[in-house]
């Protein structure tokens, strides 16, 4: 990178990091800036460089978003890789509700779609995380994607935080998401993706 433009960026990196008011330790609500930043704007090298000085890979912003759910949503494939190989967690809930693969699912982003569930395929979050790709699909109308991951990845129609014989469409953090009493032995959305 020439000169000017490393300058460049890094004026801008600092005003950024002025502007938002971020801690002498380069942190906002327990998580690393610099980190988000990078994530966020597909920045590889400097995402590594921050994970190699010790920033913790399931920073969040003010948002609950990880660096992870940020690469994903602005379609930084070779980001998202390197999370995943470093072992991010793909199944964190931002405060929307979104997982990393829904947002990328919403924005269209389909080589990230399938690194996030290639990934996870055989875990214990792939279940939850392909059906929450497909209610994205739904959600944004596009049954493209839909067939797409049905095909490849399984058409799971209900929840696995639910027990069998029971639906809903909603996503884990949404209001209402909490399964009925009478659903007996049924797991919270949040004790499936997080037990401990």
């Not at 597909?42 to 920073?59: C, F, Q, V, Y």
């Amino acid at each position: 990178m020439s000169w000017p433009l490393r300058l460049l960026l890094t004026t801008c990196l600092g005003l950024t990091v002025l502007a938002s008011g971020v801690r002498a330790d380069n942190t906002v609500q327990g998580g690393d800036h610099v980190l988000l930043m990078a994530a966020q704007e597909g920045m590889e090298t400097l995402a590594e460089r921050r994970l190699g000085h010790g920033a913790s890979i399931e920073s969040q912003d003010a948002l609950g978003r990880t660096p992870l759910i940020l690469a994903a949503r602005n379609n930084h494939l070779a980001v998202v890789r390197l999370l995943l190989r470093l072992g991010a967690d793909a199944a964190h809930t931002d405060l929307a509700g979104h997982t990393a693969v829904s947002w990328a699912v919403l924005r269209g982003h389909v080589q990230v779609t399938h690194a996030i569930l290639g990934h996870l395929k055989g875990s214990q979050d792939y279940a939850g995380q392909v059906y929450l790709a497909l209610q994205a699909a739904k959600e944004r109308g596009d049954e493209q994607t839909a067939e797409m991951v049905r095909t490849r990845y399984g058409d799971i129609d209900t929840p696995p935080w639910l027990p069998p014989g029971t639906s809903s469409a909603l996503r884990p953090g949404e209001e209402g998401s909490e399964p009925a009493e009478s659903e007996e032995g049924a797991l919270s959305p949040q004790q499936y993706l997080d037990p401990y």
